[in-house]
């Protein structure tokens, strides 16, 4: 029995399985909880996936990950030796895909807001800077200037596309934030004026329309819109692009028996698009995918333990010992991660896992159906490898969880748990640790 194993049983709801209680059991007796436990061969498994998907469609491809999802070194230097390339959103991103072994120049940095300092580490680290709007771009030339160097440029686009997602990832309608408008001319008018600049290099066109998405009906439409952009600019600017980022975004099933759209379904569905456009077009760009959650979700998952049960005239709660500090999707979000508790197969009744953050909002899963379990019991819930230890913070005063990595039998610690001296590590001194 390898951990692996326990792990993919309590993936597939046989936690009650005694190598799922053996691997959970010595997991948590090891590395203490909360814990995130992350497989190393899901992530690999996701990533050949994603390659078989779209390989044989598209000869001109650019896989990418968007680390945003998870930037543990080590789980980044998997999903790179895989054969995909850096997104990143920050400076610090961009020093976590060098510190995996990215080079500069295959780092895409995208970001509707960037500060100075960030532009200028990005451009002296070659890295490709995906331009949100006209002032930013006025910003990368004077800098490029500044450096005496050219920036590789692409604009972020708003292709005005409703995937039909959550409204807080739902990035491509054109209330949100992000990129400069395909409607109205907008676009073009950047791409022109970037064009005229004589410190910048453009190199492509990005969008992303969203997150979580589970159909291919609104990546069809963008695709359109994107590659009939793309002629567009050849035909009045003279513009040939080297690639085309139809963004990430992919879906994953955060149910059991949920239909999802696949990547084998994402890149059939674009595939007679994208031959229709790019004989259109003349040319044949790259085409760009840079998914975050598919690659990583999956593979990990958190555990915590049970401090308390008690029953209410109302309802019945299972406290343990992590909150929206540790997985803050379900305060978030509304995000429903599967729960698992470890060890137990009696009746199932309705149970509410509550979270140890002194809010009435921290409850982890609300009304499921589930075995009761007893203080001292595991409870596991699925599907955190992506958005999950990355958006954890100290609130409450409580340290941050440890990451471990299970890769056949053999366990990494790739993050230790926090400590009580790094709750204070940057306020002034008031005498020893306590
Ligand atoms: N590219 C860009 C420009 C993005 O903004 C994002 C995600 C991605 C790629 C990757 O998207 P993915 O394949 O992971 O869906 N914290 C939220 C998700 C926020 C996603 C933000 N942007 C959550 O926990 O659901």
């Not at 990005?206 to 035909?235: D, P």
């Not at 009435?360 to 958005?387: H, N």
């Not at 609130?395 to 056949?408: I, Q």
């Amino acid at each position: 029995m390898t951990l692996r194993e326990g792990l993919l049983r309590v993936r597939a709801g046989e936690a009650a399985h005694p190598e799922a209680v053996d691997a959970l059991t010595r997991l948590a007796a090891d590395h203490g909880t909360p814990l995130y436990v992350y497989d190393a061969e899901t992530i690999r498994e996701k990533a050949r996936a994603l390659r078989a998907a779209f390989e044989p469609r598209f000869p001109r491809l650019g896989l990418r990950y968007a680390l945003k999802a998870n930037t543990n070194v080590e789980i980044v230097k998997r999903v790179l030796a895989e054969g995909l390339a850096p997104e990143v959103v920050s400076e610090g991103e961009v020093r976590a895909a060098l510190r995996a072994g990215a080079a500069g120049r295959d780092v895409l940095f995208t970001s509707s807001s960037k500060s100075p300092s960030e532009i200028d580490f990005a451009l002296r680290h070659d890295v490709l800077l995906n331009v949100d709007n006209l002032d930013e771009l006025a910003q990368v030339s004077a800098a490029a200037l500044r450096l005496g160097t050219t920036a590789r440029i692409s604009f972020r686009i708003n292709p005005g596309v409703d995937p039909d997602t959550l409204h807080q990832i739902n990035t491509g309608i054109p209330e949100s934030k992000f990129g400069v408008h395909l409607d109205g001319g907008h676009a073009r008018a950047a791409y022109a004026l970037a064009r005229a600049l004589p410190a910048l290099a453009i190199t492509g066109v990005h969008c992303h329309i969203g997150s979580q998405i589970t159909e291919t009906a609104g990546y069809e439409k963008t695709a359109r819109r994107m590659l009939a952009f793309v002629r567009e600019l050849k035909e009045e600017l003279g513009l040939t692009l080297s690639f085309v980022d139809l963004g990430g975004g992919l879906g994953i099933p955060f149910a059991d028996g949920q239909a999802v759209m696949t990547p084998e379904d994402l890149a059939r569905a674009l595939k007679p698009i994208w031959d229709e456009e790019v004989e259109l077009l003349g040319y044949e760009p790259e085409l760009w995918i840079e998914p975050g959650r598919y690659l990583v979700a999956q593979a990990g998952l958190m555990v915590a333990r049970v401090n308390s049960v008690k029953t209410t005239p109302v309802k019945t709660f299972v406290n343990v010992d992590a909150g929206f500090n540790t997985l803050m999707r379900p305060a978030l979000y509304g995000a429903a991660h599967r729960v698992r508790i470890v060890g137990r197969d009696g009746e199932p009744m309705l149970l509410d896992v509550a979270g140890d953050v002194c809010e009435t909002g921290d409850i982890l899963a609300e009304g499921r159906l589930l075995p009761r379990p007893s203080a001292g019991d595991l409870v596991a819930f699925l599907d955190a490898g992506a958005y999950g230890f990355v958006m954890a913070s100290e609130y409450n005063a409580r340290p941050l969880p440890a990451e471990v990595l299970v890769d056949g039998d053999a366990v990494r610690v790739i993050r230790k748990r926090g400590t009580w001296e790094e709750l204070h590590r940057s306020e002034p001194e008031v005498g020893p640790p306590l």
